[in-house]
């Protein structure tokens, strides 16, 4: 399992992201329950905060969010480790090279979100 590795500029958040970096790392998060519940719980969450499910599968969810002011786009993925019941994503700007911790916020945001749909 592996999201895509965020770039040299800091506007970009993963899980994924060397530890060491604290400006692009966050940590995964544990999960309960079926891995359908939690897809269905991150797609809600991201169309009640603006953004809009790209594809989904069993096992990921790939969004779009665009900024309200400047239409700025960024990608968000989130990717399940079933085995470790582990939730992994990655939050990225499109264009530019500072987001003004935009996607930290973001994910943020919807990490609670999602955990609280899953009771």
Do not use: W
Not at 103 to 110: A, E, F, H, V
């Amino acid at each position: 399992m592996t999201l895509k590795p965020c770039p040299s500029s800091p506007n970009c958040v993963s899980t994924q992201a060397d530890p060491a970096n604290g400006k692009q790392h966050m940590d995964a998060v544990r999960y309960t329950g079926e891995a359908a519940a939690v897809i269905s719980a991150i797609e809600d969450a991201v169309s009640s905060n603006g953004g809009t499910v790209v594809s989904s599968t069993e096992s990921t969810v790939e969004a779009l969010f665009v900024t309200s002011l400047l239409k700025f786009k960024d990608d968000v993925s989130f990717e399940l480790d079933e085995e470790a019941k582990m939730l992994h994503f990655r939050s990225a700007s499109r264009v530019g090279h500072s987001d003004l911790g935009a996607n930290r916020k973001r994910m943020q945001t919807l990490i609670p979100k999602i955990l609280s749909r899953l009771g």
